[in-house]
């Protein structure tokens, strides 16, 4: 493996935070002092730059505070595994998206995982453990069904990627059943796609979503 030496420069995080209006206030200096057509294009190429800049670290910065409190959510189900001896997921306001309906059926998975957990956990019948992870895999089809209708019915549009995250959900989950069946299931794979790519992932941004758009 070859190590390369990185060619850029890095600017100072103070200039960094700047730039946006450094832009803005280069491009009103440019309009002002040259009043012609190029002066006006330029002028506006610099407004514009700043715009982009400003909404583009602004979309990131919301995107890493997602993911920061995915990995926090994460972090307190592990921590719940270590205090009680076994992993439990735990319903907070968090997760909470202002239609009943909806909070009604992540409630109603939060408790099917768990049992599922806690089944797994106890060293439960292959027979039992395997009629739970089927179960969440029908409420998960169901919710995502009614998901999908009340944001349709409610006048919005479904994006494209929320369609292609339930098929993937559910595909995955679909992979976990046959794993298990086979005896080629880790536990840690299936608490992960619980914990993690399910409700801190997942439920949680589908609720933000709602009480964003819905």
């Known amino acids: 493996m070859f190590n390369k030496q990185s060619s850029y420069i890095r600017i100072p995080d103070w200039l960094y935070e700047l730039l946006p209006y450094v832009y803005a206030v280069s491009g009103i200096i440019v309009i002002t002092v040259t009043p012609n057509e190029w002066g006006l294009f330029s002028g506006f190429m610099f407004l514009s730059a700043a715009i982009s800049v400003f909404f583009m670290r602004r979309a990131y910065r ?79 089809s169901h919710h995502f069904n009614t998901e999908e209708t009340v944001i349709t019915r409610a006048g919005s549009l479904i994006p494209i990627e929320h369609r292609q995250m339930h098929s993937k959900l559910l595909a995955r989950a679909e992979v976990l059943l046959e794993q298990y069946r086979r005896g080629t299931l880790e536990m840690g794979d299936l608490f992960g796609f619980i914990g993690y790519e399910l409700v801190s992932t997942h439920i949680a941004n589908e609720a933000k979503m709602f009480m964003e758009h819905v």
């Open 62 to 140: 919301k995107a890493r505070k997602r993911v920061q409190a995915s990995e926090e959510r994460v972090f307190q189900l592990e921590t719940e595994k270590t205090k009680l001896g076994q992993f439990k997921l735990f319903w907070g306001n968090d997760y909470l998206s202002g239609n009943s309906l909806i909070d009604t059926q992540h409630k109603h998975i939060f408790d099917a995982c768990n049992a599922l957990m806690t089944a797994v956990e106890n060293n439960q019948p292959k027979i039992e453990v395997e009629f739970l992870l089927e179960a969440l895999i029908t409420d998960l």
